[in-house]
């Protein structure tokens, strides 16, 4: 029975961060999807000759892993220095004040309902074993070694987003001229589909909302921007 529970709840310290990476991929990929398909799509309202929508395609890509990948760098680089400003803060009060930093790490397990005995005994036996280590997890909810690095999370944004526009441009440039736009947003959808499922796996959400909301964001995005190509394609504008 134990070995069941463990199974099903694994204690592993990483587990929310690699659900959290993964969570983040799949969104990449999701905006890569939604984002170029509304691109392509919103050309296509105007013409469907080849090298028009071609260059669009290339461009929302390009474009959009690259901005991706800037926000993540600028968001985890922010991050980053919050956590290692707050490591080195606690290091030197470690220096500075190593009783009260212990009597403050078992005040902190005792709050949590550990009797005061057994709080400062484990206080002790942690703060032998990693003094930091103990005081960034019960206070911070920080580990050291985790610490994020902007450039992982940079190139991971930009690769999720360039795998989910693939399949838009790669669509709407294959297909025939005729039914292009409709497949197009069959196939937009399927992968929507596909990612709202993983993206529910991972978070332990309801699939079926998480489809929903991507389904209708998606189809929703990609018949405004064909819309506002068909006008303008009619006015004469472009």
Same mark, same amino acid.
């Given at each position: 029975?134990?070995?069941?529970?463990?199974?099903?709840?694994?204690?592993?310290?990483?587990?929310?961060?690699?659900?959290?990476?993964?969570?983040?991929?799949?969104?990449?990929?999701?905006?890569?999807?939604?984002?170029?398909?509304?691109?392509?799509?919103?050309?296509?309202?105007?013409?469907?000759?080849?090298?028009?929508?071609?260059?669009?395609?290339?461009?929302?890509?390009?474009?959009?892993?690259?901005?991706?990948?800037?926000?993540?760098?600028?968001?985890?680089?922010?991050?980053?220095?919050?956590?290692?400003?707050?490591?080195?803060?606690?290091?030197?009060?470690?220096?500075?004040?190593?009783?009260?930093?212990?009597?403050?790490?078992?005040? @902190?397990?005792? =709050?949590?309902?550990?009797? #005061?005995? +057994?709080?400062?005994? !484990?206080?002790?036996? &942690? $703060?032998?074993?990693? %003094?930091?280590?103990?005081?960034?997890?019960?206070?911070?909810?920080?580990?050291?070694?985790?610490?994020?690095?902007?450039?992982?999370?940079?190139?991971?944004?930009?690769?999720?987003?360039?795998?989910?526009?693939?399949?838009?441009?790669?669509?709407?440039? @294959?297909?025939? =001229?005729?039914?292009?736009? #409709?497949? +197009?947003?069959?196939? !937009?959808?399927?992968? &929507? $589909?596909?990612?709202? %499922?993983?993206?529910?796996?991972?978070?332990?959400?309801?699939?079926?909302?998480?489809?929903?909301?991507?389904?209708?964001?998606?189809?929703?995005?990609?018949?405004?921007?064909?819309?506002?190509?068909?006008?303008?394609?009619?006015?004469?504008?472009?």
């Amino acid at each position: 029975m134990t070995g069941d529970r463990e199974t099903i709840e694994p204690h592993d310290s990483g587990l929310a961060a690699r659900l959290n990476r993964l969570r983040a991929a799949v969104l990449g990929a999701n905006d890569g999807i939604v984002s170029t398909a509304a691109t392509v799509i919103g050309v296509a309202g105007v013409t469907n000759t080849f090298a028009p929508i071609l260059v669009a395609g290339t461009a929302a890509v390009v474009g959009g892993s690259v901005s991706m990948a800037l926000g993540e760098y600028v968001s985890v680089s922010t991050q980053r220095d919050s956590q290692e400003a707050l490591i080195e803060k606690e290091r030197q009060e470690l220096r500075d004040d190593p009783a009260g930093e212990l009597d403050e790490l078992a005040g @902190l397990y005792a =709050a949590k309902g550990v009797s #005061p005995a +057994t709080a400062r005994q !484990v206080a002790l036996e &942690l $703060t032998e074993h990693d %003094a930091l280590a103990a005081h960034l997890s019960a206070e911070l909810n920080i580990d050291e070694v985790e610490v994020a690095n902007p450039w992982h999370a940079a190139f991971a944004s930009a690769a999720a987003f360039a795998a989910g526009a693939v399949l838009p441009l790669l669509a709407i440039l @294959l297909l025939p =001229a005729g039914v292009r736009i #409709p497949l +197009t947003f069959v196939a !937009v959808l399927v992968a &929507l $589909t596909i990612t709202g %499922a993983v993206s529910a796996q991972a978070g332990g959400s309801s699939r079926r909302r998480a489809i929903l909301r991507l389904i209708i964001g998606g189809a929703l995005a990609m018949a405004f921007t064909y819309l506002v190509g068909a006008l303008l394609g009619t006015a004469g504008v472009a």
